[in-house]
């Protein structure tokens, strides 16, 4: 489900939000990580029980980590890329959060079997 915001954001170009993503979000994880709420590990991928490598997630939560993107289109592809991710993971969900300019999108993706929303 959409969060609207009542603020009004100037849209920021891919270039301006480049600049400033790394910052604002290195220091929001510093924040985070004080408090031990967030850590940062490599997850192992595998298929069909042959390991595949590791990939970096940032977790909140035992079994649960999040993805954040800026897409402003095609995010029926993203999320299907995401879902197949997760679906190489031990991960249970995957929380994404998409800012779209002015609009953030939330939605938990679960791995096959689990139970639990999807938006």
Not at 15 to 24: K, P, Q, S, Y
Not at 88 to 107: C, F, G, S, V
Not at 113 to 119: F, P, R, V
Request: overall charge neutral; charged content about 20%.
């Amino acid at each position: 489900m959409p969060i609207h915001c009542p603020i009004t954001i100037a849209n920021l170009s891919a270039d301006e939000f480049t600049g400033v993503d790394h910052r604002v979000m290195g220091h929001a994880y510093a924040c985070h990580n004080d408090l031990d709420r967030l850590v940062e590990q490599r997850v192992p991928l595998s298929r069909n029980g042959a390991k595949l490598g590791d990939q970096r997630f940032t977790t909140h939560a035992p079994g649960i980590a999040f993805r954040l993107t800026a897409f402003t289109e095609d995010q029926p592809a993203i999320e299907n890329h995401l879902r197949r991710l997760l679906a190489l993971t031990d991960l249970r969900a995957l929380q994404w959060i998409n800012l779209n300019h002015a609009r953030i999108e939330l939605k938990t993706l679960m791995r096959s079997g689990q139970s639990g929303s999807t938006e």
